[in-house]
């Protein structure tokens, strides 16, 4: 399962861009990655743990602008189509799950 969060901020003024920061940085801390700016991914064991994530990141939304935030599966997120120019790029896999013996 992946998180995918979008988020629109605005960046107007000093405590903006201050705000802007701090969520992003709440973002990386939490183990997101950039996808594209103002995208941002991460991989979940479980739709449980996806649901763990979605909760910090609403305690931690700023207090203007848009957060969008969408759940979806490994089928769907290996679906995604990613092009750099007309030159299609592989979509990413989701990382190996650790195993224990």
């Known amino acids: 399962m992946w998180v995918i969060v979008m988020f629109d901020l605005p960046t107007d003024s ?5 705000q802007y920061t701090i969520f992003r940085e709440h973002l990386l801390k ?21 649901d763990a994530h979605v909760q910090r990141i ?7 602008g848009e957060v969008r935030i969408i759940k979806i599966t490994d089928k769907q997120f290996g679906r995604m189509q990613v092009f750099y120019g007309n030159f299609r ?3 990413e896999l989701p990382p190996e799950q650790l ?3």
């Not at 939490?30 to 996806?50: I, L, P």
């Not at 609403?58 to 203007?64: F, G, T, V």
């Open 58 to 64: 609403k305690a931690d939304l700023p207090p203007d």
């Open 14 to 18: 000093a405590e903006a861009r201050k």
């Open 89 to 91: 790029k592989e979509t």
């Open 30 to 50: 939490d183990g997101f990655t950039m996808m594209q700016y103002s995208v941002y991914k991460r991989h979940c064991a479980s739709e449980e743990n996806a």
């Open 99 to 101: 195993s224990l013996f």
